[in-house]
């Protein structure tokens, strides 16, 4: 009789299929990411709330006073005890000297509208004091928003700091917490400033300093009052609401006179259509109408005033008109630093870039792709590069296939295009073919590529690389021609 062969099993040991042995060592380690999240964000508040409630000294005081309680249980074998009365009592005086009232002071904050990051920046507060006595040895700070990343950012495993750590860093999480701190983390306060003596009804304009660190919108959360006590161990703070927003501009770095290349080309519809959809020229006058002219440059108002039919006359303006390509579309996975240094440069660029120096009348074009493509137009009567930066402040990474309609829209206008000035964050197939089209209808186009802080630079000698690491000094060096 022939049996049946029988497949090998698949199963653990203990009967256990792999899929479900996977699934709870999965699960098993999401619970301990989820504890290890829990105990940094616990040590994180007892450290910020030491750090509010405690000067320097009086976090020693405290430590010392722990230690000695700690080694003191036993009177007969040491005197740590005495030492720990002693800071006890200490910080209990501490205590005391903070439960004075604060006075009642009314704070207005004139927050800058816009800053730029790297840059320390300085704004003024008016103080008015609407108490009955004398208010002295205040201080005033700036409180920012809680950076601390939530329980499902952390357990994100799409985080580009993940592959460069090994799987115990994985586990516990720490290096993660101090990477996502960083990411959130958008401005840097200067220690909090003193407040002068402060007489009843007086008030007083006190200068304070922030840091931008990213750009964007900073929200400034609140000022909060301050006060030590006498022994300055312990302090007392009050906040008091005051909530404002600063839009950073990106970092820019020097760059040296720029004359791109190129020459003037045919601008149907002159400066004033630049930024527009159609195909009229620029307005040159009246004259009488002459058989074949069309019905449409009529001028109406004209021809009721004289009785005799006039037409409008244009002409077509040659002007230069260069653009300034920002890639905003980064491959899966790519670290945000790369991206930001494109921003910082396109942001460095826009400057030189804006002088015209192909007439008065030359136009800049920065192309990027912010929920589709953008095209926005800085020249004489259009847009300013100071709104083209607070664009890109507020420009964020699209999805890997939005470079295909970014790369059409290029296309499309090429031929209006004096030169091009490609700021790109790889140098792969896709950007390669849309140069090469570029170039084939005759656009001079300058490639710059930003590469990782471990990616060698481009072999190809018309493309520069920018290494992340010393972009200023890359962009100091860039030339085009």
Same mark, same amino acid.
């Given at each position: 009789?022939? &049996? *049946?062969?029988?497949?090998?099993?698949?199963?653990? =040991?203990?009967?256990?299929?792999?899929?479900?042995?996977?699934?709870?060592?999965?699960?098993?380690?999401?619970?301990?990411?989820?504890?290890?999240?829990?105990?940094? /964000?616990?040590?994180? @508040?007892?450290?910020?709330?030491?750090?509010?409630?405690?000067?320097?000294?009086?976090?020693?005081?405290?430590?010392?006073?722990?230690?000695?309680?700690?080694?003191?249980?036993?009177?007969?074998?040491?005197?740590?005890?005495?030492?720990?009365?002693?800071?006890?009592?200490?910080?209990?005086?501490?205590?005391?000297?903070?439960?004075?009232?604060?006075?009642?002071?009314?704070?207005?904050?004139?927050?800058?509208?816009?800053?730029?990051?790297?840059?320390?920046?300085?704004?003024?507060?008016?103080?008015?004091?609407?108490?009955?006595?004398?208010?002295?040895?205040?201080?005033?700070?700036?409180?920012?928003?809680?950076?601390?990343?939530?329980?499902?950012?952390?357990?994100?495993?799409?985080?580009?700091?993940?592959?460069?750590?090994? =799987?115990?860093?994985?586990?516990?999480?720490? =290096? *993660?917490?101090?990477?996502?701190?960083? &990411?959130? *983390?958008?401005?840097?306060?200067?220690?909090?400033?003193?407040?002068? +003596?402060?007489? %009843?009804? @007086?008030?007083?304009?006190?200068?304070?300093?922030?840091?931008?660190?990213?750009?964007?919108?900073?929200?400034?959360?609140?000022?909060?009052?301050?006060?030590?006590?006498?022994?300055?161990?312990?302090?007392?703070?009050?906040?008091?609401?005051?909530?404002?927003?600063?839009?950073?501009?990106?970092?820019?770095?020097?760059?040296?006179?720029?004359?791109?290349?190129?020459?003037?080309?045919?601008?149907?519809?002159?400066?004033?259509?630049?930024? /527009?959809?159609?195909?009229?020229?620029? #307005?040159?006058?009246?004259?009488?109408?002459?058989?074949?002219?069309?019905?449409?440059?009529?001028?109406?108002?004209?021809?009721?005033?004289?009785?005799?039919?006039?037409?409008?006359?244009?002409?077509?303006?040659?002007?230069?008109? &260069?653009?300034?390509?920002?890639?905003?579309?980064?491959?899966?996975?790519?670290?945000?630093?790369?991206?930001?240094?494109?921003?910082?440069?396109?942001?460095?660029?826009?400057? %030189?870039?804006?002088? *015209?120096?192909?007439? =008065?009348?030359?136009?800049?074009? +920065?192309?990027?792709?912010?929920?589709? %493509?953008?095209?926005?137009?800085?020249?004489?009567?259009?847009?300013?590069?100071?709104?083209? +930066?607070?664009?890109?402040?507020?420009?964020?990474?699209?999805?890997?296939?939005? #470079?295909?309609?970014?790369?059409?829209?290029?296309?499309?206008?090429?031929?209006? &295009? @004096?030169?091009?000035?490609?700021?790109? +964050?790889?140098?792969?197939? !896709?950007?390669?073919?849309?140069?090469?089209?570029?170039?084939?209808?005759?656009?001079?186009?300058?490639?710059?590529?930003?590469?990782?802080?471990? !990616?060698?630079?481009?072999?190809?000698?018309?493309?520069?690389?920018?290494?992340?690491?010393?972009?200023?000094?890359?962009?100091?060096?860039?030339?085009?021609?």
């Amino acid at each position: 009789m022939q &049996q *049946r062969a029988t497949e090998p099993a698949t199963s653990t =040991p203990a009967g256990r299929p792999p899929a479900r042995r996977h699934g709870l060592a999965a699960r098993a380690g999401r619970w301990l990411k989820a504890w290890s999240w829990l105990n940094l /964000r616990l040590a994180s @508040s007892t450290q910020e709330w030491l750090r509010r409630h405690f000067t320097p000294a009086g976090q020693g005081v405290l430590a010392a006073t722990l230690a000695a309680g700690l080694f003191g249980l036993d009177t007969r074998l040491t005197a740590a005890h005495q030492v720990f009365a002693f800071g006890l009592a200490l910080l209990a005086i501490a205590w005391l000297g903070t439960r004075a009232p604060m006075p009642p002071l009314a704070l207005r904050r004139r927050a800058p509208s816009r800053a730029a990051a790297g840059q320390p920046c300085r704004y003024r507060v008016e103080v008015q004091h609407a108490g009955r006595r004398p208010a002295r040895g205040l201080t005033l700070h700036e409180r920012l928003p809680d950076p601390r990343p939530g329980l499902a950012t952390f357990l994100d495993r799409r985080a580009p700091v993940e592959a460069t750590l090994n =799987p115990f860093e994985r586990l516990l999480g720490y =290096p *993660r917490w101090e990477w996502l701190l960083q &990411q959130a *983390r958008r401005a840097e306060a200067a220690p909090p400033a003193a407040l002068p +003596l402060l007489s %009843p009804g @007086s008030s007083a304009v006190l200068e304070l300093t922030l840091t931008p660190t990213r750009r964007g919108w900073l929200s400034l959360d609140a000022l909060v009052l301050g006060r030590e006590d006498p022994l300055g161990l312990m302090r007392r703070e009050r906040r008091v609401a005051g909530e404002a927003r600063c839009l950073v501009l990106p970092v820019r770095h020097p760059v040296p006179a720029l004359r791109p290349p190129g020459r003037r080309r045919l601008q149907p519809g002159g400066v004033e259509q630049a930024s /527009r959809v159609g195909d009229s020229q620029e #307005f040159m006058g009246l004259r009488d109408y002459l058989p074949g002219d069309s019905p449409r440059h009529i001028h109406w108002a004209a021809w009721a005033r004289c009785g005799e039919p006039v037409v409008k006359e244009y002409r077509d303006e040659f002007f230069s008109r &260069q653009a300034l390509v920002l890639d905003t579309c980064p491959a899966a996975g790519d670290d945000p630093g790369r991206f930001e240094a494109a921003v910082s440069a396109a942001a460095s660029l826009i400057a %030189p870039l804006g002088e *015209r120096p192909n007439g =008065p009348d030359g136009l800049l074009d +920065l192309v990027l792709c912010a929920d589709g %493509p953008r095209i926005l137009t800085a020249g004489r009567g259009l847009m300013s590069t100071a709104a083209m +930066l607070e664009v890109l402040a507020c420009v964020a990474p699209q999805p890997p296939a939005a #470079f295909a309609a970014l790369a059409e829209t290029l296309t499309v206008r090429a031929t209006r &295009q @004096s030169a091009c000035l490609c700021v790109l +964050l790889g140098w792969d197939a !896709e950007r390669r073919a849309l140069v090469e089209q570029l170039r084939r209808v005759g656009l001079p186009v300058t490639v710059v590529v930003v590469d990782g802080a471990d !990616e060698p630079e481009p072999d190809d000698g018309e493309v520069i690389g920018l290494d992340v690491r010393d972009l200023a000094s890359g962009l100091g060096r860039l030339s085009l021609g």
